[in-house]
């Protein structure tokens, strides 16, 4: 009697022990089910990246959102060095990319290159390590980030440049931007025209050898060779910065010569210049930037800078995504994704404001 009721508490621990062992097995089965299902990826934003936050083993900045994603875009892994994001329209365009990588649910490890190629070429060399399926370069400069691009394809990784060329495009797979060339002969003929082909004007520029700068510089040249009656005084670079252009300025007009117009080769520089000429008294002379930035959109709609040329840096941002996203995936893509500059004028400012 005894040795049966020991076996009836035996059988009932037994029986006991493996319900429980049924109900954990479930659990973690239908865990992972609902992991699969849901498909949820990360688009991350690493600004201060490159190699050496890898190597200090730093986590990236993680600006996440649930998304449904489909096979195609599941598992995607992008890497994005852009030139300096501390130049608005580059943040602009870096924001719109992080967005688009939400909505389709792909990781995107955004890395800030601030202002070298050095640190682009090792932040490539970073994408690498981290198995990264497609590498986007907005380029700082148009020689050196051809060596930042080779690191990708040495490597078996689809790699191509947005926002701005380099000088071998047969290096990547294509291109998505507009074309700066374009940019430069658009601002510098509106100015031709505006002075009928006669004048004085100053030119500021981007850095030397930056990609935007030499292309956008190349396309005001080819204008004013059309236009033998418009002289250059000055032309130099003030690296983008809104205050280096201003102390240009104030330096070129304690010069004392006439000043017809400002041809700059971004709206920051193109507001520094206006600044410079406002403060003592000289609004009448037309000064003209590129990139479409909301406060050069609001002074040319002010009646201060004459114009600005949009590039339109969200757009561009966006489409560069679902370009990796088809390469990652093995699907030919075009040799080039032109997004056109467009004119900016009082007329047609409120077009353009946010």
């Known amino acids: 009697m005894k040795n049966r009721s020991m076996k009836k508490i035996w059988s009932l ?3 006991m022990a493996l319900l429980i062992s049924l109900l954990s097995g479930c659990g973690s089965g239908g865990a992972d089910q609902s992991a699969e299902n849901t498909g949820e990826t990360e688009a991350a934003v690493e600004n201060d990246g490159g190699q050496e936050a890898a190597e200090e083993g730093a986590e990236p900045a993680e600006a996440a959102a649930e998304t449904e994603s489909s096979e195609s875009t599941g598992s995607i892994k992008i890497g994005w060095t852009d030139a300096n994001l501390s130049n608005e329209s580059n943040a602009i365009c870096a924001d ?3 967005a688009r990588a939400k909505e389709l649910g792909v ?3 955004v890395n800030d290159g601030e202002g070298t190629s050095d640190k682009q070429i090792a932040q490539c060399e970073s ?3 981290q198995g990264v399926d497609a590498v ?5 400069d148009f020689d050196a980030c051809v060596t930042a691009a080779q690191v990708c394809v040495d490597a078996g990784i689809p ?3 947005a926002k701005g060329l380099i000088a071998d495009m047969s290096v990547v797979e294509t291109y998505v931007g507009s074309n700066d060339y374009n940019a430069g002969t658009m601002e ?3 100015i031709a025209d505006l002075l009928n082909g006669e004048g004085n004007i100053v030119i500021i520029e981007g850095p030397t050898g930056v990609t935007g700068a030499v292309l956008r510089n190349e396309g005001i040249n080819d204008v004013l060779a059309e236009n033998p009656g418009i002289n250059v005084l000055y032309s130099q670079p003030a690296d983008w910065y809104r205050d280096r252009a201003m102390e240009l300025m104030e330096n070129w007009l304690q010069l004392g010569a006439d000043i017809d117009a400002v041809v700059a080769h971004n709206d920051e520089m193109a507001l520094g210049a206006y600044d410079a000429l406002e403060a003592v008294g000289i609004t009448d002379v037309p000064v003209i930037g590129i990139d479409g930035i909301q406060a050069a959109v609001e002074s040319v709609g002010a009646g201060k800078m ?3 040329i949009l590039q339109d840096s969200k757009t561009i941002g966006s489409k560069a995504i679902d370009v990796a996203i088809d390469l990652a995936n093995g699907k030919s893509v075009e040799k080039e994704y032109d997004i056109p500059y467009q004119l900016i004028e009082k007329e047609n400012y409120t077009d353009f404001l946010e």
């Open 13 to 15: 621990c037994l029986c």
């Open 96 to 98: 719109a990319a992080v």
């Open 107 to 109: 990781e995107l490890i």
């Open 127 to 129: 994408f690498v390590s």
């Open 136 to 140: 986007i370069i907005s380029p700082f």
């Open 159 to 161: 790699v191509f440049v």
């Open 188 to 190: 510098m003929q509106y």
């Open 306 to 308: 004459k114009a600005s």
